[in-house]
């Protein structure tokens, strides 16, 4: 055997072994990766029952509504489409209605997003950079400074 070809059984080695490390540590994330998604993607795809995802686009205005046993329900929405939420727990001082937000959880078999963990923004000028893609590419948000958003009417 030469030099030349067991330089080559080497990197061949090498590189199957980088691409089944590579396979493993995506298995051992795969449930714990989550993409975010707008509103209409969500209606869009109609994920399963207890697919874990995260929601994000504002609170629609007139949407919130306090249940029983410290639960919130209320709307999101990317000026298009609109998914119900329902989250039990304290929310961020900073969530109001009109308000961008991010919501992480899943779909029930209603079709309502249960949500373990809701964030708000927590300024006047941020957006979570997702929200604000999402919003701009259903054409319904633009740029009115470096970082502010405003709605068209």
Not at 52 to 60: I, P, T
Request: proline share 4%; glycine share 8%.
């Amino acid at each position: 055997m030469t030099r030349k070809r067991r330089r080559l059984y080497v990197v061949a080695a090498s590189m199957l072994c980088l691409g089944v490390a590579t396979a493993l540590v995506l298995l051992a994330f795969q449930d714990s990766i989550v993409f975010f998604r707008s509103p209409s993607e969500i209606a869009d795809m109609k994920p399963a029952s207890g697919q874990r995802l995260r929601l994000g686009g504002l609170v629609e205005e007139k949407s919130v509504r306090k249940l029983a046993d410290s639960v919130t329900a209320f709307r999101v929405t990317d000026l298009n489409k609109t998914v119900e939420v329902t989250y039990r727990g304290i929310l961020p001082d900073l969530f109001r209605e009109g308000q961008g937000v991010v919501a992480d959880g899943r779909m029930n078999a209603d079709g309502v997003f249960v949500a373990s963990q809701v964030l708000a923004k927590h300024d006047e000028t941020y957006m979570p950079k997702e929200v604000a893609e999402a919003l701009k590419k259903s054409g319904r948000w633009q740029e009115t400074g470096p970082q502010k958003m405003k709605a068209k009417p």
